[in-house]
């Protein structure tokens, strides 16, 4: 789901009943809990809000870089097998 224009997972915790957000495009961790449906993108702004403002104070950037690409470097094992298929 979108909140705010940022994407967060989110799912049903069943030992407390409630669901739990997560923000997948911050540079930290950023979560949030609601206990109903209605609560979720609620909960989620205030926790976003929070966060940000924390990771300004202390200089850091909340939010991942997109012009940035991870680099990845595969075993030459790896590299064999997908160029047999």
């Given at each position: 789901m979108m909140i705010d224009g940022h994407p967060a997972s989110v799912i049903y915790e069943a030992e407390i009943?409630?669901?739990?957000?997560?923000?997948l495009d911050v540079t930290g961790y950023c979560d949030f809990v609601a206990y109903s449906i209605e609560g979720i993108e609620k909960e989620g702004q205030i926790s976003l809000t929070e966060y940000?403002?924390?990771?300004?104070?202390?200089?850091?950037?909340?939010f991942k870089n997109d012009d940035k690409q991870e680099q990845v470097t595969y075993d030459i094992w790896f590299q064999e097998q997908v160029h047999r298929y």
């Open positions: 009943k409630a669901f739990r957000g997560e923000f940000v403002k924390t990771c300004m104070e202390e200089g850091i950037n909340p």
